[in-house]
T-cell receptor, first 113, second 111 residues
């Protein structure tokens, strides 16, 4: 089973709203990732959690706040976003510890109005 | 600047022919190489990975790695219209949990 699930599939939010994106995997993977992808661009890494600890933050603005409640779950809390933050937000996971094959979820299409 | 480079395309290939997708990378110490397929509006799907010099085959797909030339390629045999997608090359350079993506090559299989 190489399934990563993400909810919601689509999200429209105003610039003053607070919302959260959720990601779940049951593959026993110990590394989880958030990416942002704009149209016709490659995925852009935002955060990496390894063994439930934040290991990489790619200088992401503080209006994006990640959380890893346990080894299977990853959240991305959104607050005071800008219209330019509209994008496809992808979650991925990998076994970690030298195994870098990443498996992506279907993504959340976010529109900020 | 550590980079992964791909021709953006579009690469047009007749149905039934071999599609050849190429990728070069800048860090000679890179160890892990990945090919993802991404259909429009969908998420990337891992289709091949290769760690050792040479060829790795999986069905109609063959990944080729030449570390001396810092070059990795993906061959798709008997191309089908359903292979039309963007193909992303990705490389792990630092032996951490991060992979660097190329900009992707758009492949169009002509019926």
């Amino acid at each position: 089973d190489t399934e990563v699930t993400q909810t919601p599939k689509h999200l429209v939010m105003g610039m003053t709203n607070k919302k959260s994106l959720k990601c779940e995997q049951h593959m026993g993977h110990r590394a989880m990732y958030w990416y942002k992808q704009k149209a016709k661009k490659p995925p852009e890494l935002m955060f990496v959690y390894s063994y439930e600890k934040l290991s990489i933050n790619e200088s992401v603005p503080s209006r994006f706040s990640p959380e890893c409640p346990n080894s299977s779950l990853l959240n991305l809390h959104l607050h005071a976003l800008q219209p330019e933050d509209s994008a496809l937000y992808l979650c991925a996971s990998s076994r970690g510890q030298g195994d870098y094959e990443q498996y992506f979820g279907p993504g959340t299409r976010l529109t900020v109005t | 600047q550590k980079e992964v480079e791909q021709n953006s395309g579009p690469l047009s290939v007749p149905e039934g022919a071999i599609a050849s997708l190429n990728c070069t990378y800048s860090d000679r110490g890179s160890q892990s190489f990945f090919w993802y397929r991404q259909y429009s509006g969908k998420s990337p799907e891992l289709i091949m990975f290769i760690y050792s010099n040479g060829d790795k085959e999986d069905g109609r797909f063959t990944a080729q790695l030449n570390k001396a030339s810092q070059y990795v390629s993906l061959l798709i045999r008997d191309s089908q219209p359903s292979d039309s997608a963007t193909y992303l090359c990705a490389v792990n350079m630092n032996r951490d949990d991060k992979i660097i993506f190329g900009k992707g090559t758009r492949l169009h299989i002509l019926p």
